[in-house]
């Protein structure tokens, strides 16, 4: 028996998900974003589960070659565009689109020498002040990149919301009118929405979607859970029990002594910590899952265990345990440990072996 952990990746949850975005946004196509190793599921292996889909969406150049390299032909873009021209002549002759977000990305790429015209996104800044060109530089670039023999014409556009998890927030309207009024007379594609955006902003959703977090089944809107956006988690964490004690009332357990049982109970040790993952901010009460049953974590995560109080549960050494994932949506440990359950999906490490199921 494997006392470690496992991270679970379905399929089938990933087909399901792909076919629920369809169905949210039927008239857009799907650029599915596989940054930081497919938010932890496994770069490679993600985009060939999606192949047919209509792109991918990658942060850095290395992820879009190493896909690539993999005999991956469909198309992809680079979100964060790129930042030499020899790393602009690579993109044109792997046939990757490059997003273009400000006045010296479209410098160097006017001036560049390449071996054939690159496939553009000219990327707006409608209000995240991250990444995007302002408002009113926008048609001076344009034209620019029109005139570039760099360019495949017409190049495309695209914007990115702050707070599109956020449905009361009048700022994602803000950023749809400004988007469209800058764009409104352009030819070419637009891409708005993150999965957030494809999931409670239909107004936005253009001609491409930019789903991550929603095709791996993470419910992105504010408080969300997976259930409640018709996702399935794509990812289910699991290990097993390697321990149980049974502890007097009043006793502490683990680091700090920070938890103390306040009754007779019984602690069930299990394989699974900081150092594969699980968030150590965790608190005690955080639910856990064994036997299917949640009960909740009781004191601090350790690197390589965690302790639970199951009470005077029959719980024994090597019962299965799921720590998010199918029936403990990862939402809600994210919740319990103070970040988001985009930190917890690609925070996995490299000890944590992976089982691609169905
Ligand atoms: C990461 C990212 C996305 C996907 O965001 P989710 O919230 O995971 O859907 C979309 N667009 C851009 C530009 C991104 O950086």
């Not at 491409?208 to 409640?228: D, E, S, T």
């Not at 719980?315 to 440990?337: K, N, P």
């Amino acid at each position: 028996m494997r006392f470690s952990p496992i991270a679970q990746i379905s399929r089938s949850a990933l087909n399901h998900n792909v076919a629920r975005l369809q169905q949210v946004a039927p008239h857009s196509k799907i650029m599915a974003v596989l940054k930081a190793n497919a938010y932890g599921h496994g770069l490679v292996q993600m985009a060939q589960w999606l192949k047919g889909i209509d792109g991918f969406g990658l942060a850095r150049i290395e992820e879009a070659l190493a896909l690539r390299d993999s005999g991956i032909n469909a198309r992809m873009v680079l979100l964060e565009g790129v930042f030499s021209e020899a790393d602009l002549e690579q993109a044109a002759s792997h046939q990757l689109d490059v997003v273009i977000h400000d006045a010296e990305q479209v410098a160097l790429l006017c001036q560049a020498q390449l071996s054939q015209p690159l496939r553009i996104w000219l990327k707006i800044d409608t209000g995240m002040h991250r990444l995007g060109v302002q408002p009113d530089e926008f048609a001076a670039l344009y034209q620019q990149l029109t005139e570039s023999t760099n360019v495949q014409q017409p190049l495309n556009l695209m914007t990115h919301f702050a707070v599109a998890d956020e449905l009361e927030n009048p700022q994602t309207v803000k950023q749809i009118q400004c988007f469209n009024r800058l764009t409104a007379q352009l030819p070419g594609e637009r891409t708005l929405c993150n999965s957030a955006g494809a999931l409670s902003w239909p107004a936005a959703h253009g001609d491409w979607i930019r789903p991550g977090l929603a095709l791996f089944g993470g419910n992105p809107m504010v408080g969300g859970r997976a259930a409640g956006q018709q996702l399935q988690p794509v990812m289910t964490m699991r290990s097993k029990v390697l321990a149980v004690r049974d502890l007097a009332a009043g006793e502490p357990v683990g680091y700090g002594q920070s938890w103390r049982s306040n009754n007779a109970t019984r602690i069930a040790v299990v394989a699974m910590g900081y150092g594969d993952g699980y968030p150590r901010h965790a608190v005690s009460g955080t639910p856990v899952l064994i036997n299917g049953q949640r009960y909740p974590l009781a004191g601090r995560v350790s690197m390589d265990m965690i302790t639970v109080d199951v009470g005077s549960a029959k719980v024994q050494v090597g019962d299965d345990v799921v720590l998010w994932g199918q029936g403990l949506g990862v939402e809600e440990i994210a919740e319990c440990a103070s970040t988001i359950a985009y930190e917890l999906l690609c925070s996995t490490t490299a000890r944590v072996a992976y089982e691609y199921i169905d």
